[in-house]
């Protein structure tokens, strides 16, 4: 799709992007010129303004934009003051993106009177998914008439060259070009990567790349020469508004200033470099355009002039801004949750026992008939098989594949998109097929997804559920029965479930749905259908619609004999998931001197059930199905040392897995690796021993 219009472009949008390229010339001079003040990394727009003030001046209040970390002349250019954007230069409480808790030019905004911005990371090229999932939410919401727009949304997400050698940029382009979605890849083409050349670092370019995406359309354009910038994007905003379809647009830049203040030009170019790039400075270019069309030189100058004094007072103001104060660094790491109480009916009257997968499809189905902003994904969970344990089945069936479908071998995808999808008001629930598989998207998960509302001031928390099946049995083998409860719960911002039973699953799930935070709902494979000896109680009654069972909250489900605890003969073992199973088996043995807590919840974590039980006894194990060195379990044990430590009678202790890197395929030796009733009861009797 190659640029053919050639309209003329007003001299009034003319001087507006000089005046405002002036700006971000007059702001880099001054960072520069104050760097024992703006000691914190950023980097400036210099050498790229032309074509982000062309594609900023497209967008209307309806679009989205992501920005990576150099486009602070598309924030100028949507409409924010140079003072707003130092204050999260110079990290102050009054910054309006992140508190002053983010760089310079990582901003989110909600702002109703202009394009709206999801959180921003770093972490180059990995905001291509989650402002894909923008696209893909607002292609949803069009397709329902959830939401009815003046104009039709457009998405644009920005991104350097050579950052489309990430894979996981792969994964938004492939699953927009599928899925013909209304968004813009604007890629800006400086040669640079850090000190890495184009030469070093790609086969070709963004534009040759993405030719074998088929439905993705594609322009090059000059990226310095704001009147062909300006006259591509439109090109390409109307186009992208008009017929809904992907598009990518590379522009050819050039890089002025620094990587970033802390790894400097000097580092690693040389001057022959230096001034190609300079030749190219699109202010200087603009500046001849408006000379020869007969724009007065006075005036331009009157307006660099102004520029750099409108600079400088904000940095004077921004400077004397007030720095965050320390009690509010623990504000916005969750939302709070409505959802704080147990309510609705367990166990109806009249009530039929469920297996746990049941529970959990009966959930889903009852939550997307209440919910049209309700939708499932994933690997093989559509129509077809609804699942490999089936553990959607009919769902696709009912509700039709734009609401449950399949999606590619994506796991960076299926999780990073519920960012975008959460922010433009949908509830996405996502499944990666197995624990041992939820790598890929680790990346998403930490990178955008956890600190999304921390740092966007709990403007966008990612709402959604990601269902993981998880464990060991049968012989699964080595990449489909590992644990990952550990990785997880290292993972500051997200919440983590994991039910034992079909009660707990249904209430659990219902909660992880209304709940603001992103939740992921660890499933035992084991315990999907009681088909491992000893589970049959993961069957229970199914509880009624309207039951809802809060995160955190643990449960005693085996009370030791008061008599027993009274005497100090009784000890607590502190499980979840199979591991309630056998606790349950092992305490047969021991005549009410073993109570059991299934914490159903890894974060929150009920401490304070787990803590009041620990002092009652004074004999604790806390049994986990993962490998025990650096886990989850050894670092709760360690708590609970901590917080009990008066009333403990004997070293707090921990049974889990043996300390090998997988799960072997070999019964034999899978029984050798894996807890089991018999071995803790060893342990319980080693320990009643104290």
């Not at 599928?178 to 040669?191: A, G």
């Not at 959604?464 to 699964?476: D, E, F, L, M, S």
């Not at 088909?531 to 809060?550: N, Q, R, S």
């Not at 305490?587 to 009652?616: M, Q, S, Y």
Request: charged share 25%; net charge negative.
């Amino acid at each position: 799709m190659e640029n053919t219009l050639h309209e003329k472009v007003s001299q009034d949008i003319l001087l507006k992007a000089y005046n405002h390229m002036m700006l971000a010339k007059a702001m880099a001079d001054i960072y520069e010129e104050n760097r024992n003040i703006c000691k914190y990394v950023h980097s400036t727009s210099r050498g790229h303004e032309a074509i982000q003030l062309a594609t900023a001046y497209q967008l209307k209040k309806e679009d989205w934009i992501s920005p990576y970390y150099r486009d602070e002349s598309i924030l100028l250019g949507i409409g924010f003051e140079p003072y707003q954007l130092m204050l999260q230069l110079l990290a102050k409480a009054e910054d309006p993106f992140s508190g002053g808790r983010s760089y310079y030019s990582h901003p989110s905004s909600r702002d109703e009177n202009k394009p709206k911005i999801i959180h921003q990371s770093s972490a180059t090229g990995m905001q291509t998914i989650p402002t894909t999932g923008v696209a893909q939410g607002i292609k949803y919401i069009q397709e329902f008439n959830l939401q009815s727009f003046e104009n039709n949304p457009v998405v644009i997400c920005s991104l350097g060259d050579n950052s489309v050698t990430e894979g996981e940029v792969s994964e938004a382009l492939q699953f927009a070009a599928l899925h013909q979605l209304p968004i813009i890849f604007l890629v800006q083409d400086n040669e640079w990567g850090i000190s890495v050349t184009k030469e070093e670092a790609r086969t070709c370019d963004a534009y040759d790349f993405v030719a074998g995406f088929t439905g993705l359309g594609r322009m090059r354009v000059d990226g310095t020469d704001f009147v062909e910038s300006f006259e591509a994007m439109k090109k390409a905003v109307d186009f992208v508004r008009t017929e809904r379809k992907p598009l990518v647009v590379c522009a050819k830049t050039v890089l002025i200033g620094h990587h970033t203040s802390g790894v400097r030009r000097e580092f690693y170019r040389d001057e022959e470099d230096l001034t190609k790039h300079r030749a190219k400075d699109p202010g200087e270019i603009l500046r001849k355009h408006l000379l020869e069309s007969g724009a007065d030189e006075d005036l331009l100058k009157q307006i660099t002039k102004k520029a750099r004094l409108e600079a400088e007072e904000a940095f004077e103001r921004a400077k004397n801004a007030e720095d965050p104060k320390p009690e509010t660094v623990m504000k916005h790491v969750f939302t709070p949750t409505p959802i704080t109480e147990e309510t609705g009916t367990r166990e109806p009257e009249g009530g039929e026992k469920i297996v746990m997968v049941d529970a959990a499809i009966h959930a889903v189905q009852e939550l997307m008939w209440k919910h049209p902003e309700a939708l499932l994904y994933g690997q093989d969970v559509g129509e077809r098989i609804g699942g490999v344990f089936r553990e959607t089945v009919t769902l696709g069936k009912k509700f039709g594949n734009k609401r449950v479908f399949n999606t590619a071998i994506q796991e960076a995808y299926i999780i990073g998109s519920t960012a975008g999808m959460s922010a433009v008001g949908l509830k996405p629930i996502v499944e990666v097929q197995f624990a041992d598989y939820i790598y890929p998207g680790i990346n998403q998960l930490i990178t955008e997804i956890s600190k999304s509302s921390y740092l966007s001031q709990g403007k966008f928390p990612v709402s959604n559920i990601i269902r993981v099946p998880i464990g060991a049995y049968g012989g699964g083998g080595p990449y489909h029965s590992g644990s990952v409860e550990s990785i997880l719960a290292n993972i500051k911002g997200i919440k983590i479930a994991y039910p034992s039973n079909a009660a707990d699953f249904k209430g659990l799930l219902k909660a992880a749905y209304y709940d603001p935070n992103p939740v992921i709902m660890l499933e035992h494979k084991g315990l999907y259908w009681s088909k491992v000896p000893g589970t049959e109680d993961a069957k229970t009654i199914e509880p009624a619609e309207d039951y809802i069972l809060p995160l955190g909250k643990g449960k005693i489900v085996i009370e030791a004999d008061k008599n027993e605890t009274e005497k100090g003969r009784t000890l607590l073992v502190v499980t979840y998931g199979m591991g309630v199973y056998w606790a349950k088996e092992a305490v047969k043995n021991f005549n009410g001197r073993v109570e059991v807590i299934d914490l159903r919840t890894i974060i929150p974590l009920d401490e304070e059930l787990v803590f009041e039980r620990v002092k009652a006894h004074g004999k604790c194990i806390v049994l986990t199905e993962e490998q025990l060195n650096n886990s989850f379990a050894e670092a709760f044990a360690h708590r609970i040392s901590k917080n009990c430590f008066k009333y403990l009678d004997a070293p707090v202790e921990t049974m889990g897995s043996l300390d090998v890197p997988a799960v072997p395929i070999n019964l034999v030796l899978e029984k050798e690796m894996l807890p089991n009733a018999e071995k803790l009861s060893k342990k319980i009797e080693e320990m009643l021993q104290y």
